[in-house]
């Protein structure tokens, strides 16, 4: 699985100020890595706005997220 994401994703904070952090988003992806790309997806841009609780961001938010199906 690839993903590929602009740095509003990483940099999404809380009320707190505390950023959403590269780390919290590896983790999320490695630990979730059986999931297809659009359930990847969903699920990245739903701990984002969980982790934000919805509050308006100055960045945008942008991930394309690739996997590879198994040949044959």
């Known amino acids: 699985m690839l993903v590929i994401f602009t740095d509003g994703v990483t940099e999404a904070v809380n009320s707190r100020n505390e950023m959403f952090s590269d780390e919290r988003l590896e983790e999320l992806v490695r630990k ?3 999931l297809g790309a ?3 997806r969903k699920l990245i841009l739903n701990e984002v706005e969980t982790f934000t ?3 308006p961001q100055g ?3 942008t991930l394309l997220i690739l996997k590879m199906k198994n040949p044959g």
């Open 53 to 55: 609780s919805g509050l």
């Open 59 to 61: 960045d945008d938010i």
């Open 32 to 34: 979730n890595v059986h």
């Open 38 to 40: 659009e359930e990847m």
